[in-house]
């Protein structure tokens, strides 16, 4: 089975700008989280989504924002990117009732 | 808050020299204690889940333990292809996985 894919696999954008990442999750699970990790730092959890509604929100401010689709993918918005917004951003998926993640490559976003 | 302290930072070990990677954890209720490999550039790799005191697991040349307070990843007999970061996170459900910094494992042929 395919595991989770994440795209695009890398990013360039500038100060002020809006981004979108993609994630699929892997065949079967409905739950998807994204997690940002900067370099030298473990994954920092932003959102969960379940069945296209939000379940879990990190403290992250307002400018991140996310949704799923009946396909259980999912997108990632950032709006007014600030340089600190630059790190590898990771999805991750899950089964119905368990807790286990699954982890994509993850999309690494450069902010200049 | 949970929160997940990873000791060492980095371990440099020569191929064959065994050691343990520890993960002290503060919860307010442990739902799942979980450990992750990541290669430079990659996304985290599923290794175990451990849920209450006393279970261990195994895979290959890697053990995972657990007790109240932390996780020990003991390596036994490590390669050079075992060289990556090991990621502690704790939680699970609508709150998220909780990290650690994590152990950056070097093993020198």
């Known amino acids: 089975d395919a595991g989770v894919t994440q795209s695009p696999t890398h990013l360039i954008k500038t100060r002020g700008q809006q981004v979108t990442l993609r994630c699929s999750p892997i065949?079967?699970?409905?739950?998807v989280s994204w997690y940002q990790q900067v370099l030298g730092q473990g994954p920092q959890f932003i959102f969960q989504?379940?069945?296209?509604?939000?379940?879990g929100r990190g403290n992250f401010p307002d400018r991140f924002s996310a949704r799923q689709f009946p396909n259980y993918s999912s997108e990632l918005n950032v709006n007014a990117l600030l340089l600190g917004d630059s790190a590898l951003y990771l999805c991750?998926?899950?089964?119905?009732?368990?807790?286990?993640?699954?982890f994509g490559p993850g999309t690494r976003l450069t902010v200049t | 808050e949970d929160q997940v302290t990873q000791s060492p930072e980095a371990l440099r070990l020569q191929e064959g020299e065994s050691s343990s990677l520890n993960c002290s954890y503060t919860?307010?209720?442990?739902?799942?204690l979980f450990w992750y490999r990541q290669d430079p550039g990659k996304g985290p790799e599923f290794l175990f889940t451990?849920?209450?005191a006393g279970e261990e697991k195994e895979k290959e040349r890697l053990k995972a333990t657990l007790t109240k307070k932390e996780s020990f990843l003991h390596i036994t007999a490590p390669k050079p292809e075992d060289s990556a970061t090991y990621l502690c996170?704790?939680?699970?459900?609508?709150?998220?996985?909780?990290f650690g910094k994590g152990t950056h494992l070097i093993i020198q042929p």
């Open positions: 989504y379940y069945e296209k509604e939000e379940r």
């Open positions: 996170a704790v939680g699970g459900g609508a709150d998220g996985l909780t």
């Open positions: 919860v307010s209720g442990l739902r799942g």
């Open positions: 991750a998926s899950s089964l119905p009732g368990q807790w286990e993640q699954y």
């Open positions: 451990l849920y209450s």
């Open positions: 065949s079967g699970h409905k739950s």
